[in-house]
């Protein structure tokens, strides 16, 4: 695929995931995705869709904005921020109802059309901050 191509799979997931749909964000994922995020390895899309349920749960107005989104061979990075609002329990803090925003950095490999890899680097630290968690 081209890296134009790449590009728009990946805006099409992150798409589908601010509107809340799910189901279409599904598609785009390959059935064994490796997913790191948040200190953890998820495996397969099955528990990566679950892991998306519960952060939209979580955070229901939750939506990614992008500055950048670079291409290069197989993959896609994107840069940007990430909203929310705090609505359930989140490592262990009960829900605040505040809204967070925090940077993140997403690599997304792709094969054939799904994304295969997907990285998350957010400042974690900011966001905990946001939610009232001064230390760790």
Same mark, same amino acid.
């Given at each position: 695929?081209s890296?134009e191509?790449?590009k728009? +799979?990946?805006l099409? $997931?992150?798409?589908a995931?601010?509107?809340?749909?799910?189901?279409?964000?599904?598609?785009? @994922?390959?059935?064994? @995705?490796?997913v &790191?995020?948040?200190?953890?390895?998820? &495996?397969g #899309?099955? %528990?990566? $869709?679950e &892991?998306?349920?519960?952060?939209? /749960?979580? $955070?229901?107005? /939750?939506?990614h904005?992008?500055?950048?989104?670079?291409a290069? %061979?197989?993959?896609v990075?994107t840069?940007?921020?990430?909203? #929310?609002? &705090?609505?359930?329990e989140?490592?262990?803090?009960p829900?605040?109802?505040?809204q967070?925003t !925090?940077? !993140?950095? =997403?690599?997304?490999?792709?094969?054939?059309?799904? +994304?295969?890899?997907?990285?998350?680097?957010g400042?974690s630290?900011?966001?905990? =901050? =946001?939610?009232g968690k001064?230390?760790?």
């Amino acid at each position: 695929m081209s890296l134009e191509q790449n590009k728009a +799979i990946v805006l099409q $997931f992150y798409k589908a995931y601010n509107q809340g749909n799910l189901e279409q964000a599904k598609e785009l @994922i390959a059935p064994n @995705i490796v997913v &790191h995020t948040l200190g953890t390895v998820i &495996h397969g #899309g099955d %528990d990566f $869709f679950e &892991h998306m349920q519960k952060m939209r /749960s979580t $955070f229901p107005d /939750s939506y990614h904005t992008f500055e950048d989104v670079i291409a290069e %061979d197989d993959k896609v990075v994107t840069r940007g921020t990430f909203t #929310g609002t &705090h609505r359930l329990e989140f490592l262990g803090i009960p829900p605040t109802s505040k809204q967070v925003t !925090c940077s !993140c950095v =997403q690599v997304d490999r792709l094969a054939d059309g799904k +994304i295969v890899d997907h990285w998350v680097l957010g400042d974690s630290l900011a966001m905990l =901050q =946001q939610l009232g968690k001064e230390t760790l």
